[in-house]
């Protein structure tokens, strides 16, 4: 033990340890910004569902060929309907809804091509 207290044990400097700590926090800030990043761009679940509300609707509309702007208030949902010529062909449209919350904050949208109907 005597011959411990008389040594001297080589310790690093003052830079190297500023050094070290700078790389550690910055490592350590990365890491959150990733990990903040992830957990902001998942699907929440009420985007989830107002995208399946969507797809349940536009599956209505083209199955009663109501082929007009609308909106529809369905389970805490404001759907709005726009149908819009599609530039390309006479023979299609486009069928656009967008699915907000109850404060007017959009959740999602859906867009799809469909036939036009002979009869219209």
Do not use: C
């Amino acid at each position: 033990m005597a011959a411990l207290i008389n040594k001297r044990i080589r310790a690093g400097s003052l830079v190297e340890v500023v050094v070290a700590l700078v790389i550690i926090m910055t490592v350590f800030a990365l890491s959150l910004m990733i990990y903040i990043k992830i957990i902001g761009a998942s699907f929440s679940g009420r985007k989830l569902w107002a995208n399946s509300k969507l797809k349940d609707v536009a599956n209505q509309v083209k199955k009663e060929h109501r082929f007009k702007d609308d909106t529809i208030n369905e389970d805490e949902l404001i759907i709005d309907i726009t149908v819009k010529p599609y530039p390309q062909s006479s023979d299609l449209i486009l069928l656009e809804l967008e699915a907000k919350d109850l404060n007017g904050i959009r959740l999602n949208e859906y867009k799809e091509i469909v036939l036009k109907d002979e009869n219209q």
